[in-house]
């Protein structure tokens, strides 16, 4: 496996059907170009979308789950290992540890509380693993504006917007984690004379 990627997104499909493709697409990529996949462990909505398709590519899907939401989000059993975590924060905390990026789709306010949560580790310099964010449509357009608020209300300098990348469409993804692309030409100096 290159890497593996951390992928929060819905655990239903929402109004757009275009979201939904979206999440397949990603899990096609990612299952063809040997990612890992490490997600919320369910079956159901945006969340198995990404799962079912990377599974269909012969990926490697992680999924971490809590007990008490294994049969609400209908745990997925055909990924290649499902861990049943203590509580949410510990599925968060593993999911975290695991992953070596993390790529956030549309989604609800499970999806925003694991994207903030990300995104203020990376600010307190706990981690500095790359956070994509996917604006499909525009989805996230709000959340751009509320972090320019935040700024200019002198809540957060200005390299906040630095914290995450993002990116309009799902090709862009692994490209931007440097997935795919030949690796960069070994860096030359010239000696010194
Ligand atoms: P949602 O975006 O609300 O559909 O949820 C996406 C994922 O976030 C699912 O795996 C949920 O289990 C998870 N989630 C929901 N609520 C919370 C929460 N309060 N804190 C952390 N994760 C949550």
């Known amino acids: 496996m290159a890497i593996s990627i ?22 096609e990529l990612a299952g063809r170009a040997r990612v890992g996949l490490i997600y919320g462990g369910g079956h159901v909505g945006l969340m198995g979308a990404v799962a079912d398709a990377a599974i ?21 059993r055909a990924i290649t ?4 975590t ?29 994207l903030l949560e990300v995104v203020t580790l990376r600010q307190l310099g706990y981690h500095a693993k790359p956070i994509v964010l ?8 709000p959340l751009a ?10 809540f957060a300098d200005p390299s906040a917007r630095t914290l995450y990348r993002m990116v309009d469409t799902i090709e862009e993804v692994l ?8 690796p960069a030409a070994p860096l030359r100096v010239a000696r010194a004379e």
């Open 56 to 76: 269909a590519e012969g990926g490697k899907v992680t999924g971490l789950i809590p007990s008490r939401l294994l049969e609400r989000e209908v745990g997925h």
């Open 81 to 84: 290992e499902l861990i049943v």
């Open 6 to 27: 951390c992928v929060f997104c819905g655990s239903r499909y929402g109004a757009d059907s275009r979201f939904r493709a979206a999440a397949a697409r990603l899990g």
């Open 86 to 114: 203590k509580d949410m924060f510990e599925r968060k905390q593993q999911m975290i540890d695991r992953a070596d990026a993390f790529v956030i789709l549309p989604g609800g306010l499970g999806t925003l509380d694991e």
């Open 134 to 141: 996917v604006n499909l449509g525009g989805y996230w357009d």
């Open 145 to 154: 504006a509320l972090v320019d608020r935040v700024i200019e209300q002198k």
């Open 175 to 182: 490209p931007a984690l440097g997935v795919g692309q030949p």
